[in-house]
């Protein structure tokens, strides 16, 4: 079965710096999404993508993070200054186009901010 | 504003025995997706099974099951001739759109003993 891969598996910054997330999606998807679970924590929802847009964000997506689909393949999550609080696991998701639900995550990166 | 609860912390079930999880929604709209979702220690989430609100038909998946009701707003999960590879973290999820945000609850931690 086709899969979303997400690379780093587990990424380690220091305060202040920015980072990278990347994620390939499925290839033939349309919808791409970021998810973040803080450890013990419910899933929250960051940002979904589409069109090469932006269709919606939560209020945690705020300017210190972008979104981006450079090559058509890849899709990534900036974080411009990490603060010690976005700590927490990043999933990538992408759905085939809007008459399916099916929602396919990625394995996930551990961002650690030090 | 959708939200999802999940009111039980942790279940546990013996192996071969059937454990069931509670989940309620809040909404207003007619037309919505409900969603089990599996996240074992390795934290990727797993697709369990998926609910159309439009469909009346409960939705089955092998040993999953689930007991939809509408009106109530009631997504309950019965996982029957329970195995050790069940043990994980259960998230109840809604989606308004197909291509919409999950809302995730805040899950059930299910622990199987032998």
């Known amino acids: 079965e086709p899969e979303v891969t997400q690379t780093p598996s587990h990424q380690v910054t220091q305060m202040g710096q920015e980072v990278i997330l990347r994620c390939v999606p499925i290839?033939?998807?349309?919808?791409f999404y970021w998810y973040r679970q803080i450890l013990g924590q419910k899933v929250e929802f960051l940002v979904s993508?589409?069109?090469?847009?932006?269709?919606?964000k939560s209020e945690i997506f705020d300017d210190q993070f972008s979104v981006e689909r450079p090559d058509g393949s890849n899709f990534t999550l900036k974080i411009r200054s990490t603060k010690l609080e976005d700590s927490a696991m990043y999933f990538c998701?992408?759905?085939?186009?809007?008459?399916?639900?099916?929602?396919?995550f990625g394995s996930g990166t551990q961002l650690s901010v030090l | 504003a959708q939200t999802v609860t999940q009111s039980q912390p942790e279940m546990s079930v013996q192996e071969a025995e059937t454990v069931t999880l509670s989940c309620t929604y809040d909404t207003s709209e007619s037309d919505y997706y409900l969603f089990w979702y599996k996240q074992p220690p390795s934290r990727q989430m797993i697709l369990v099974i998926r609910?159309?609100?439009?469909?009346?038909q409960n939705a089955t998946e092998n040993r999953f099951s689930v007991n939809f009701q509408k009106a109530a707003k009631s997504f309950s999960l019965k996982i029957s001739d329970s195995q050790l590879g069940d043990a994980a973290m259960y998230f109840c999820a809604y989606r308004r759109y197909s291509w919409g945000k999950l809302q995730f609850g805040a899950g059930t931690q299910v622990v199987v003993t032998p």
């Open positions: 993508f589409y069109n090469n847009e932006i269709s919606e």
């Open positions: 290839s033939n998807h349309l919808y």
């Open positions: 998701a992408s759905s085939e186009d809007s008459s399916n639900e099916k929602l396919f």
């Open positions: 609910q159309e609100a439009y469909k009346q």
